[in-house]
């Protein structure tokens, strides 16, 4: 008699299960994501391990700043929520259904007529200000370094859940779903995947909408918010000469060129130069402060008397100083009249040398169109870490290393008020004066949330 085989049961969820769904999408490109830092991972380009650590920090962005002034019970609930190496938490993540186009390189080397290759490449329509990291390194005559790829298109599904000690799966309690969505909708509205999110790479948009996430205020801290935001700005429409930019890639572009400008503007950061190509001398303390803790400038770069300062340490750290007219070849490195060598101000010690940048510049769907946003997270000051050190590199490529004890809080009102990208905001640390310079940019008042 023969025999046959029976269809195969229908599969059920596990009972009390239940899940937070979000089918997302990448509306800029993503760089890195996988084991490897800043390297796209062809077999699982979004991995749920990353999607944790970006869940964890707007969680403590959100939620958690309830307990910002009692780090045991911080770590404590963190921990029950999203585990640590040796406890697993709450929270389980699942990745599925990931379709991401072939990662490609995010510029193109620049051939200039006579021959050799540009210092800076062609971004293709992408705002160049976030991708120095990924442009790749030119010589004149060869490409150094490739520029590197990044996954330009994509979707994929995250599903979290919520499980027991003994990992069955259980109903959200309402504060664990409260927590949870806070966190996730803060994820997707300002965070996003892989590498240099906090410039708009890898940013999300959900096709169910996300709503505002909602932020904790602690006890006793009346101005506290965790991000100031301009989110009501229509990205202009300034598409490239061979093809108009995406809708995502134009809000993102007028977000980061923004930033830019406060910190490079000509006529605002910077004087004017002899060519739109050649931006003049910084208005900014820091290249005179190099000049005067080196005691070196060129004949017409003197530093002049001042305090010596780094107000932009505090949008983070490391900044490299680039000082166009130093020249090794003419003058021996050590001599007086020529520009310092590049120089690189970093955090008080090795291990503690960055210094996260408390601005986020992206693009956010609100509704059917996308917006430029600059958030103003509200972290702890640069400062409070310690001594800044300023790393001199010399001809021989040998640093040496300069302490910064002076913060913004020991600068005299008149040093300040002489510097003028912050001259309009009196004594407005750098995070307000850039916040004051977007609402005049932009046209609007920026917000707390909530």
Not at 138 to 152: F, M
């Amino acid at each position: 008699m023969p025999r046959t085989c029976p269809d195969p049961p229908t599969w059920h969820a596990p009972p009390g299960r239940e899940t937070i769904t979000l089918q997302l999408k990448l509306i800029t490109p993503m760089f890195g994501g996988g084991y490897e830092p800043r390297e796209v991972d062809p077999l699982m380009p979004i991995r749920p391990a990353a999607i944790r650590g970006h869940l964890r920090f707007w969680w403590r962005a959100t939620a958690g700043a309830q307990w910002a002034n009692d780090l045991a019970e911080l770590t404590r609930r963190e921990t029950a929520l999203w585990g640590s190496m040796s406890v697993p938490g709450t929270i389980g993540i699942l990745v599925r259904d990931v379709v991401v186009a072939k990662p490609a390189p995010c510029a193109r080397p620049r051939l200039k007529r006579d021959g050799t290759y540009s210092p800076i490449p062609d971004f293709l329509g992408k705002p160049g200000y976030a991708l120095q990291p990924f442009q790749g390194k030119y010589g004149r005559n060869d490409i150094e370094e490739q520029p590197a790829d990044a996954v330009h298109l994509g979707s994929f599904v995250v599903a979290l859940f919520c499980r027991d000690k003994h990992g069955c799966p259980v109903h959200f309690t309402d504060g664990q779903r409260l927590d949870v969505m806070s966190a996730v909708s803060a994820w997707v509205r300002y965070g996003g995947v892989g590498a240099r999110t906090r410039r708009g790479c890898g940013s999300l948009a959900c096709s169910d909408g996300i709503p505002d996430p909602t932020l904790a205020r602690p006890e006793g801290d009346p101005r506290f918010a965790i991000l100031y935001g301009a989110t009501q700005v229509t990205a202009s429409a300034r598409p490239e000469s061979r093809a108009p930019a995406a809708p995502g890639t134009e809000a993102w572009r007028v977000a980061v060129e923004t930033y830019r400008d406060f910190r490079q503007a000509v006529d605002f950061a910077r004087e004017p130069g002899p060519t739109p190509n050649q931006p003049g001398r910084s208005w900014w303390p820091e290249p005179n402060s190099i000049r005067r803790i080196a005691a070196k400038h060129a004949p017409y770069h003197r530093p002049g008397a001042g305090q010596n300062w780094f107000p932009r340490a505090d949008l983070g750290l490391p900044i490299i100083f680039h000082f166009k007219d130093y020249d090794d070849r003419r003058r021996p490195a050590d001599d007086p009249r020529n520009d310092p060598a590049d120089a690189t101000l970093d955090g008080p010690a090795d291990g503690m040398s960055r210094f996260a940048s408390p601005v986020i510049t992206k693009a956010v769907q609100v509704g059917d169109r996308f917006v430029p946003v600059v958030l103003v997270l509200n972290a702890p000051h640069v400062w409070v870490n310690g001594d800044l050190r300023l790393r001199h590199m010399h001809q021989n490529r040998t640093p040496t290393v300069a302490r910064i004890t002076r913060t913004y809080t020991d600068v005299a009102a008149a040093d300040r008020a002489a510097i003028r990208p912050l001259h309009d905001s009196g004594d407005l640390p750098v995070r307000q004066a850039l916040v004051r310079y977007l609402e005049g940019a932009w046209g609007v008042q920026g917000r707390i949330l909530p």
